[in-house]
């Protein structure tokens, strides 16, 4: 059976960097589930539908089609066979994303695609609910937390890096404080510290630190035989 590392913890907090680094350090492929969310907003807004309308946005969550691949250490997500990229990371879909990630069918639909990705073998899946909904069993769950500050921080920073930075540092802080309230008070699988996981607050480690706190943590007989 499939292995799963489960890490939530909301923007910034170091989850897609963290949980990369871990994947290439023990062979799991990295599962970004945010980027299924913004998938779903994505298409949402290419078909013009209100995302601000909960039955709207359910009836057309089951015909939004998505493929999966294993590729670079990661699984791969293609829509109409094409890496959609960086056209889900524009500050219109940050926006829209938590209402759509609200709707109870499109995170059913997520979750059955998020389970259906062990077929690929050994996996690290990040998001705001794999610790509480998708795979509250995995015995390697952690909740990654940071200040807002240093979060924003590191979000501009990941946006200045790729060169598609188009807010200053207080509209990012902003929009990511917005957006954390909409994902820790929703009704279907908010955000929160799921009973049981480690919590690891990231705002003065290093990454290297918090790969290393995160893999110290691992059940003894995943670590056999590959990871050092
Ligand atoms: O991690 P991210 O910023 O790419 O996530 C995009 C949106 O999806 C964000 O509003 C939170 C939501 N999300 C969620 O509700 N559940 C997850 N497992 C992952 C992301």
Known sequence: ?????????????????????VGETLGF????SGALYRIMTWQCLRQGIDTSDPVAVASFAGRVNV??????????YLV????????????????????VATVKAVRDRVTGWLRGMT????????????????????????YLSASAEARAERRRKEEVAKGI?????????????ARDVIDSTRKHAPLRKADGAI???????TIEEVVSAIIGALPDEWLKGGAS
Not at 165 to 177: G, H, N, R, Y
């Open 1 to 21: 059976m499939s292995k799963v590392i489960a890490i939530d913890g909301p923007s910034g907090s170091g989850k897609s960097s963290v949980s990369r680094r």
């Open 165 to 177: 930075a188009c807010q200053t540092a207080d509209e990012v802080k902003a929009s990511l404080l």
């Open 119 to 142: 077929r690929f073998g050994d996996l690290i899946v990040e998001g705001r609910d794999i610790t509480t909904a998708v795979f509250p069993e995995s015995p390697a769950r952690f």
């Open 29 to 32: 492929l990295h599962v970004d």
């Open 67 to 76: 493929t999966f691949e294993p590729r670079g250490g990661a699984v791969e």
């Open 199 to 205: 919590e690891i607050d990231s705002t003065d480690m």
């Open 80 to 99: 109409g066979g094409v890496p959609p990229g960086d056209a889900l990371r524009t500050p219109e879909i940050n926006r829209h994303a938590s209402p």
